[in-house]
Structure formats: structure tokens, C-alpha cells
């Protein structure tokens, strides 16, 4: 009786809680000025939507809520939240507020759900504070990834880029020209390619832009194309060039990199080796023989 009382009872605070939320979103309307200036303050990330692609219908309206009590309670915007929804891919302008309304509700809906089964303090507690914790631990991974996923793809990109400036383009259109024409094998990449041009537009510098993107991806090869870059427009020296004998270094590391994680995996198949398939071995090869044995020390004693 008493699990079912506490069931009820966060069911109902979970119940009133989507009441406020959709209160407050009635009674939020944005004004003609508020929409027109959030569409001059973000372009570069709404003319990604195309790209990226943008949220579900039921996601923008849990998007608007949860932005509307934001703004209720006056709680501002994290940038550095903010940052890292951009480096995991997540340019549309409501990752943030259903990133934040995720992880405030998981935690609710975990208690409400514990608490059917369990009364104990320590139990609910204990996943409260894990289903906060699992949004994050996701977002970290996802970055992780694409992270990954962009420095691979690096190599072939910056050859497709000295290609588009031999063809006579210069550096920023012939980024823009190859993020277009790699979309397809290299998505990820090629959005922060995009995402840079759109900076670039806003009136940020090309070395700015550019360090941007290093800080975004944490690529040491992405910060080699910067340095030379930044470089290049110091000195005025052919960006072409550079790039060419830079694309051949990044591709003896990418093979490195793949030599590397070719020798560690002798050690990693060492442990599922050891505990689980030498066992085995053990119990087919030994097995008959131990029998045999048991049965003929039966035999001895008779």
C-alpha cells in the first residue's frame, strides 16, 4: 500500500510539473521583433538545418517549453553547454533546451518508476543521480566519436582541397566547394566546414574561424591545417604548396595510428583469451580424459 501511495504521489508531482510547463508555453508568445532578431543573431546555425537536418515536431514543442521556463525563472543559456552540443553535431538552436529538459525529467521519470518496485531511500537516490548523469556521459561519448570520425577523414578532404585551389579557387571557397562535394563520404567533417564559412560570413577572420574548429574537434591534425593557414596569410606564401606536403604527413599518421591500434590488439584479445576461451579448451581437452580417470580410480577401489 505504501509503494503504490508513493507511486502516486511522484506521479501526480510529475503530472502538475507538465501542467506549469505547458502554462507557461500558452502563455509565452514571442513578438514579431524577438523572432526577427533570433533569426539575424543565428544564421550560421539555421542555414545548416538543411544539412543537419532539425529536430521532430514533438521535440520543438518540448524545446519551446522547456525555453519558456527558462526564461520564466531566469536561468541563462550555458555557452559551455552549448559548445559541446556543437562539437558532438547538434547545430539547431533547441539542442540546448532539450538537452536540459532531457536531463531534468529522466531523473523524475527513473524515481517514478523505481519507486513502484522500491521504497529504499539509497535505491532512489542512487538512480536519480545516475539518470542525471546519463545524458552527459552520452554527450561525452557522442563527441568522442565524431571527434574520431573527423580526424580519419581529415587526409582525404585537405588532397580534394589543394585540388579545388589548383583549379584556381581560392582558400575559402574552395573549403566550401569541398565540404559540398564530400558531404556524402564525410558528414561530419563537412559540417564544421559549413559551420566555419558561416562564420566566416558573420565578419570572424579566417584564423579565427579556424581556431574555432581546433578547439571544437581537439584534432592535432585540424591544428596543423590552422597553423599552416594562419601562416600562410602572415607570410604570403602559396597555400597550395603547404597543403600538398602537409596532406602526405597527415596520411603517414593516419597509418601510424592504424599500426598502433593493429599491435595493442594482441593485448586486448590477451583478456577474453585467458577467461573465456582457454577454458573451454581446457574442459574439451581434459574433460574425457578426467572421467576416464574418475572411472578407473571407481574401478581400482571395487
Not at 564530400?182 to 579556424?210: H, I, S
Not at 602526405?248 to 586486448?268: C, F, N, P, Y
Amino acid at each position: 500500500m505504501l509503494q503504490v501511495l508513493y507511486f502516486l504521489i511522484c506521479l501526480g508531482s510529475f503530472s502538475a510539473a507538465m501542467a506549469a510547463f505547458l502554462f507557461f508555453v500558452l502563455r509565452h508568445e514571442k513578438s514579431q521583433i524577438e523572432k526577427r532578431s533570433a533569426a539575424v543573431l543565428s544564421p550560421h546555425l539555421r542555414a545548416l538545418e538543411e544539412r543537419t537536418g532539425t529536430p521532430s515536431r514533438a521535440l520543438l514543442n518540448f524545446s519551446n517549453i522547456v525555453h519558456a521556463i527558462r526564461e520564466r525563472l531566469g536561468v541563462a543559456e550555458s555557452n559551455k553547454l552549448q559548445y559541446r552540443l556543437t562539437a558532438a553535431g547538434y547545430y539547431h538552436p533547441s539542442a540546448l533546451d532539450i538537452y536540459v529538459g532531457i536531463r531534468v525529467l529522466l531523473p523524475v521519470v527513473a524515481v517514478a518508476l523505481v519507486s513502484f518496485f522500491s521504497v529504499s531511500f539509497v535505491a532512489i537516490a542512487g538512480v536519480a543521480g545516475t539518470a542525471y548523469l546519463i545524458p552527459d556521459f552520452v554527450l561525452d561519448r557522442l563527441i568522442t566519436k565524431r571527434r574520431t570520425i573527423i580526424r580519419q577523414s581529415l587526409p582525404d578532404t585537405v588532397d580534394l582541397l589543394v585540388i579545388c585551389m589548383d583549379a584556381g579557387l581560392g582558400v575559402d571557397q574552395a573549403v566550401q566547394r569541398t565540404a559540398d562535394v564530400l558531404y556524402v563520404a564525410y558528414p561530419d567533417l563537412c559540417n564544421e566546414l559549413l559551420y566555419l564559412g558561416r562564420l566566416q560570413r558573420m565578419g570572424q577572420t579566417r584564423v579565427q574561424a579556424w581556431k574555432q574548429l581546433v578547439t571544437r574537434t581537439k584534432s592535432t591534425d585540424i591544428e596543423q591545417v590552422a597553423n599552416m593557414l594562419s601562416q600562410a596569410d602572415a607570410f604570403g606564401t602559396p597555400v597550395s604548396d603547404a597543403l600538398r606536403a602537409l596532406t602526405d604527413s597527415l596520411r603517414t599518421q593516419r597509418r601510424q595510428r592504424g599500426e598502433e591500434r593493429a599491435a595493442r590488439s594482441g593485448i586486448v584479445l590477451l583478456v577474453p583469451l585467458v577467461f573465456f576461451i582457454f577454458p573451454v579448451i581446457f574442459v574439451v581437452l581434459l574433460g574425457p580424459a578426467a572421467i576416464s580417470i574418475v572411472r578407473g580410480f571407481g574401478t581400482f577401489g571395487q
